[in-house]
């Protein structure tokens, strides 16, 4: 059982950066792969970024390559985004996720953990 935590969301102005953190608790993060979703009112959630257990490979949406990065330190079971350049349209929730897969998957269904989300938002 994993139990996740996001934290780091905020108000931002356009063209700024945030950071966010995921931290677990419960079990070793280092076999598990983590993602990135987000969601805004009436929306599906979407995939924003994964990242395979050892931190290797990661995967990102179009809409956030060469703006968003994601990383991990399984020693402190941790995984982050670093949003960069952030536009009004970012304005989400953002949810941190676990699945025991291990590689990078970017379909939500696989996931089996989920934390509560953060909210960010981006003023223009």
């Known amino acids: 059982q994993v139990q996740l935590v996001e934290s780091g969301g905020g108000l931002v102005q356009a063209g700024g950066s945030l950071r966010l953190s995921c931290a677990a608790s419960?079990?070793?993060?280092?076999?598990?792969?983590m993602g990135w979703f987000r969601q805004v009112p009436d929306k599906a959630r979407e995939f924003v970024a994964a990242?395979?257990?050892?931190?290797?490979?990661?995967s990102y949406a179009d809409f956030v390559k060469g703006r968003f990065t994601i990383s991990r330190d399984n020693a402190k079971k941790k995984v982050y985004l670093q949003m960069d350049s952030l536009k009004p349209e970012d304005t989400a929730v953002y949810y941190c996720?676990?699945?025991?897969?291990?590689?990078?998957?970017?379909?939500?269904?696989?996931?089996?953990?989920w934390g509560r989300g953060t909210q960010v938002t981006v003023s223009s």
């Open positions: 419960g079990r070793s993060l280092s076999s598990y792969g």
């Open positions: 996720a676990a699945h025991t897969l291990g590689v990078v998957v970017v379909t939500a269904a696989s996931y089996d953990y």
């Open positions: 990242i395979g257990w050892s931190g290797s490979t990661t």
